[in-house]
């Protein structure tokens, strides 16, 4: 089986670390990018190399809110599962979230067992 690759889009680098590491010992490959610009040009020049994203919400130069309303825009885009990694636990923040289409909306600190079975549950919907 292809490895999935996941990007991972947080601006902070202690929890940025801290996915990353938790994806790669679970045997993803992972990308990486500080901002949803960042994140959207990689997400642009390899649409079809992500498996799924996981995503900050509040980051400079373009928030996690903000890439979601670009990734469902783009039909190459829009099918990766995204999930919301963030401190953010407010009712209307995961409301909004849903709405803009995330896979799920996890909270920080990352609970890494979940996030896996999350990303692994996205990756096979997709599929």
């Known amino acids: 089986m292809a490895q999935h690759h996941i990007l991972v889009v947080e601006d902070e ?26 994140a959207l040009n990689k997400l642009k020049s390899l649409p079809h190399k992500f498996s799924a994203i996981v995503l ?3 980051m400079p130069f373009m928030g996690g809110m903000e890439l979601m309303q670009h990734i469902k825009k783009d039909s190459q885009l829009k099918e990766i599962p995204v999930i919301m990694l963030t401190g953010l636990d407010e009712h209307d923040d ?30 096979k919907n997709r599929s």
């Open 13 to 38: 680098p202690v929890s940025l670390q801290s996915v990353v590491d938790c994806l790669m010992h679970a045997g993803f490959g992972v990308e990486a990018a500080a901002d949803g610009r960042e």
């Open 56 to 58: 900050d919400r509040v």
């Open 94 to 123: 995961i409301a909004d979230a849903v709405e803009a289409g995330v896979f799920d909306y996890l909270t920080k600190p990352i609970d890494p067992p979940i996030l896996i079975d999350l990303l692994q549950e996205a990756i």
